[in-house]
């Protein structure tokens, strides 16, 4: 007869779980999970854990894994031009993992760009009757919403201040002049610095676009492109008025406004 199969038990293998793992296998590991879902849900667990998100690796390998040119460019310029903090005590978290958060390339910086939700966001002065917020005479494409802004018989003046690091972006990287800025729109628009100077400035041409003179949107646009270092606001100006000084809302009418960054490949 054959021998008996021994009744030893092979003794089980230790548990491997995310709280007995090395550091740099736990930085691997959390840099799969979403920015947010990293800041909101794993950063509270644990002292280690914490110290992973407040930390720029796992941001880093974040990073490293958009494969576009876009995204390698970014990857170099992170390693070459690395985030000091400096204003760590004005915004939570590390500038990379606001970066991360806040997905500041290519997105619209300018908030309620069509009025949509009246004059929220913006600084106004109004003149004659005052700005008003109307439906468009015609469709602007690829706008969050048909309405505009329109001016009356006398200037009418808006402004909005775009805080470039509260938008996510580190100030090494705005200082690499491998960022470009992009606005469009009828518009003035100036790069300030921290204490809000002037330093950049661009206005449309012709100024002022004559009244009744288009039957369709004209769209305005610029790129800033070696600007500086220094550069942390764009401020972006619109004012307009009906030269017939008819009462009510005939002036310019402005809608679609943006502010976008991109990575200068180049």
Known sequence: MGARPSRRQVPEAPRVTLATLPPELLVQVLSHVPPRALVTRCRPVCRAWRD??????????????????????????????????????????????????????????????????????????????????????????????????????????????????????????????????????????????????????????????LQWTESSCRQVSHVFTDFGKGIRYVSFEQYGRDTRSWVGHYGALVTHSSVRLRIRLS
């Not at 048909?146 to 705005?174: A, I, N, P, Y």
């Open 52 to 209: 992973v998100v407040d930390g720029s690796s796992v941001w880093l390998l974040q990073l490293a894994r958009d494969r576009s040119a876009e995204g390698r460019a970014l990857y170099a310029l992170a390693q070459r031009c690395p985030a000091d903090d400096d204003h760590q005590d004005e915004f939570p978290f590390c500038a990379l993992a606001r970066f991360c958060l806040r997905a500041p390339l290519g997105r619209n910086l300018i908030f309620n760009s069509c009025g949509e939700q009246g004059f929220r966001g913006w600084e106004v002065e109004h003149g004659g009757n005052g700005w008003a917020v109307e439906k468009n005479l015609t469709v602007v494409s690829g706008a969050p919403s048909q309405t505009c802004f329109v001016t009356s018989f006398e200037w009418c003046f808006k402004r909005q201040l775009v805080d470039l690091l509260m938008e996510g972006v580190w100030q090494e990287l705005l200082d690499s002049a491998q960022i470009e800025i992009c606005i469009a729109d009828w518009l003035r628009v100036r790069l300030l610095d921290e204490y809000e100077n002037e330093v950049v400035k661009f206005s449309a041409s012709p100024n002022p676009v």
